[in-house]
């Protein structure tokens, strides 16, 4: 059974700085082969994606609203995944998921998620 588990969030202010996780277990699971996701849904909107680091060769991919403040990076060994947030605004407040997609659509796992909550 894989497990995907977010942790990090947090109350910050205005221009701070938090780091989120976001650690994936199970027989045989890799992150490497999957593309790892970081999204996020703010109170009475859609989810969106963030942030995005590809199979393999891992290559990234941000939103413009995000491009020069957040991170998204991974650690092979330890099965995780992390988006550092820099600068962060008070329009950042909002959940924050991680999802693992397989090739193809194989397979399709979401975490639980981690409030993030910016103030001024």
């Known amino acids: 059974q894989v497990q995907v588990v977010e942790s990090g969030g947090g109350l910050v202010q205005a221009g701070g700085s938090l780091r989120l996780s976001c650690a994936a277990s199970?027989?045989?699971?890799?992150?490497?082969?999957?593309?790892m996701t970081w999204y996020r849904q703010a109170p009475g909107k859609e989810r969106e994606l963030m942030a995005r680091?590809?199979?393999?060769?891992?290559?990234?991919y941000y939103v413009d609203s995000v491009k020069g403040r957040f991170t998204v990076s991974r650690d092979n060994a330890k099965n995780t995944v992390y988006l550092q947030m820099n600068n962060l605004k008070i329009d950042d407040t909002a959940i924050y998921y991680c999802?693992?997609?397989?090739?193809?659509?194989?397979?399709?796992?979401w975490g639980q998620g981690t409030q993030v909550t910016v103030s001024s």
């Open positions: 999802r693992a997609q397989g090739v193809l659509g194989s397979a399709d796992y």
């Open positions: 199970g027989p045989t699971f890799s992150i490497s082969n999957y593309d």
């Open positions: 680091i590809r199979r393999f060769a891992g290559g990234t």
